[in-house]
Structure formats: C-alpha cells, structure tokens
Nanobody
Framework: QVQLDESGGGLVQAGGSLRLSCAAS????????MGWFRQNPGEEREFVAA????????YYADSVKGRFTISRDNAKNTLYLQMNNLRPEDTAVYYC??????????????????????WGQGTQVTVSS
C-alpha cells in the first residue's frame, strides 16, 4: 500500500521557520515529480511547490517564491519543504503529492492537482501574527 506521510507542521510566529517532511512508503518515487499543496477550510487546495525527479527543476507559487525551498532525497524516498519568513497567510493544511507518470509535463501541469495521483493526509501549519 502506497503511503505519503507528512510531518513537521506546527504553530510558529510570523517570521519563523518550519521544515516539512513527506516520507513515502510502499513504492519508490525516485523517478516521479512530487509537490506540495495547501488548503484552508472552504477553499480550493492550492499549489505551493514542485520538484522533478532529479531535483534539476523546481517550481513555486508566486506567493512563496524566495521564502520556501522544496527538495528531495531519493535515497530516503522523502520530500521536504523548508519554509522561512512565514506569514499568517501561510496558515493551512499542507499536503504532499506524488505523480504516477514519469513523463515530462512541464511547470504549467505540475501546478495542477489533477496531475498528482498520490496524496498524504496533511499536516497543519499555523502562523500567528
């Protein structure tokens, strides 16, 4: 059974940092693009960041560019999201996602929820002002 398990969320003050991790089990995603999304109650799940299999290409939402860094360790089958200079508007449940296809789709598609086949259960990030 394929599982994506996020961890590292919590409560932090504005300007602080958190590092999210997403450990995959049940199969390897070393050849697949992976990403992070976030969602608040009553809102659409929105794209945060994505990274290709070799870490040579990364993609970010404009709202987090320059503050968040996505990375991965294929040997550990783990995805990361380093979040710095956090703002109250970053408060959300953060979800890890993995793509089944290994073919290249490009940055436009990697920002879309439908591009991903596997999802974690989410981890809450709360940023206080």
């Amino acid at each position: 059974q394929v599982q994506l398990d996020e961890s590292g969320g919590g409560l932090v003050q504005a300007g602080g940092s958190l590092r999210l991790s997403c450990a995959a089990s049940g199969r390897t995603f070393s050849s697949n693009t992976m990403g992070w999304f976030r969602q608040n109650p009553g809102e659409e799940r929105e794209f945060v960041a994505a990274i290709n299999w070799s870490s040579t290409n990364t993609y970010y939402a404009d709202s987090v560019k320059g503050r968040f860094t996505i990375s991965r360790d294929n040997a550990k089958n783990t995805l990361y999201l380093q979040m710095n200079n956090l703002r109250p508007e970053d408060t959300a449940v953060y979800y890890c996602a993995a793509r089944e296809k290994t073919t290249y789709s490009g940055g436009y598609y990697y920002r879309k929820r439908f591009e991903y086949d596997y999802w974690g259960q989410g981890t809450q990030v709360t940023v206080s002002s």
